[in-house]
């Protein structure tokens, strides 16, 4: 699958490769990176590699994915940040997910936040969705500030693997 790239002022989204793997792995062995994403860090590059394989399988499935973060200056890989077709997180229903996962030191300085509105314009501008979903747990502050800071309303409250979560949902503003 052909994906554009997305460019932000300090941010290039592009797709993920298995180039990208050490830096997956390096993102999610950090255990500050799982504190709400079940205290499950990964503890083997092979998972990492797991990782960019569902990636690249949702590229080809459902024609979009998770994008790598790059900041444009350093070329460093930042995190990752986008949308997938979520089919597990809430079982009553599937929907386009918004999402991002910073390394550490990448924390605080607005990336996430710069990546989620480029995410949110290139799904509704680009892709036409309908509508795209976010969910983070009710006691993670930064991702429920993003979520909040970018227009995205709190529509509800649902129980994800024993921890309450919040639910956003916003309808696409240009249809």
Known sequence: MDFQHIETKRLLLRPVTT?????????DSNPKVHVF????????????????????????????GRLAII???????????GLKY???LRKEFNYYDLGYRL??????????????????????KDLKLKEIGAAADVDHLASNAILKKIGMPVSGTFTYKNELCNWYNLKNPYL
């Open 37 to 64: 994403l079940e205290k499950k860090p990964v503890k083997s590059i092979e998972e990492s590699a797991q990782m960019v394989a569902d990636i690249l399988q949702q590229y080809k499935t459902n024609g979009l």
């Open 103 to 124: 390394k550490e030191q990448f924390w605080g300085k607005g990336y996430a936040t710069e990546a989620a509105i480029a995410s949110l314009d290139y799904g509704f």
């Open 86 to 88: 979520e089919k597990i």
């Open 19 to 27: 180039a990208d793997v050490h830096d997956f792995f390096e993102l």
């Open 71 to 81: 900041n444009k200056k350093t070329n460093e890989f930042i995190g990752w940040a």
